[in-house]
């Protein structure tokens, strides 16, 4: 009963460098999304997708990129990492049966830019 | 624009004391979900309620009950007797008919200690 997996679960990287941080879902679920918890900030979000072939901004877009070629996988990248970026980074999913569904976060990855 | 607040950014309580952890929402759409979830020392998020702009029944699951007044925007969480397990950090937060359950906007959150 796998859910929403992410990985790495940790990373340290120097500025400039870019990365992948990788979300897979197993529930078929049509919804997800990345979002960055920062200290006294909440969860904001970066990037969504509604379905395979469709993403859209989130509250805090630049200096990431997502794709969502398959259901189950929605990558975010890292173009070239600024001190900026260090956060935890969570991806979630939810089922596109209703707006209202409640979304199904993964562990999260907790990222460091050096 | 829709924004959600918790107020109290930590609580530090005896176990077996009641608390309650504030959220205030602003939101100009008339249909919207308002959503608590926990954050463990652990890190993951575990959903623990939605309740709908429509339905403002009070809930009560257990030792946890939820009271949403929309005459004050507020939907607040209120955990009766706690206990050190109940330790973590609580996010409230609105999804918008409008903007669709992929965009949650999260309040700050509130890291609730309960002491032994």
């Known amino acids: 009963n796998a859910g929403v997996t992410q990985t790495p679960k940790f990373q340290v990287l120097k500025t400039g460098q870019s990365m992948t941080l990788q979300c897979a879902q197993d529930?078929?679920?049509?919804?997800m999304s990345w979002y960055r918890q920062d200290p006294g900030m909440g969860l904001r979000l970066i990037h969504y997708s509604v379905g395979a072939g469709i993403t859209d901004q989130g509250e805090v877009p630049n200096g990431y990129n997502v794709s969502r070629s398959t259901t189950e996988d929605f990558p975010l990248r890292l173009l070239s990492a600024a001190p900026s970026q260090t956060s935890v980074y969570f991806c979630?999913?939810?089922?596109?049966?209703?707006?209202?569904?409640?979304?199904?976060f993964g562990d999260g990855t907790r990222l460091s830019i050096l | 624009a829709q924004k959600v607040t918790q107020a109290q950014t930590e609580i530090s309580v005896v176990e077996k004391e009641d608390v309650t952890l504030d959220c205030v929402y602003e939101?100009?759409?008339?249909?919207?979900?308002l959503f608590w979830y926990k954050q463990p020392p652990s890190g993951e998020l575990v959903f623990l309620i939605r309740?709908?702009?429509?339905?403002?029944q009070n809930e009560i699951s257990g030792r946890y009950s939820w009271n949403f007044q929309k005459s004050t925007s507020s939907f607040n969480f209120t955990i009766t007797a706690s206990q050190v397990v109940d330790s973590a950090v609580y996010f409230c937060?609105?999804?918008?008919?409008?903007?669709?359950?992929?965009?949650?906007?999260f309040g700050q959150g509130t890291r609730l200690t309960i002491n032994p």
């Open positions: 529930m078929n679920h049509e919804y």
């Open positions: 939101t100009r759409d008339t249909t919207y979900y």
């Open positions: 309740r709908n702009s429509f339905d403002e």
């Open positions: 937060a609105l999804s918008e008919a409008a903007e669709g359950a992929q965009k949650l906007v």
């Open positions: 979630a999913s939810s089922p596109g049966t209703g707006w209202f569904q409640p979304q199904h």
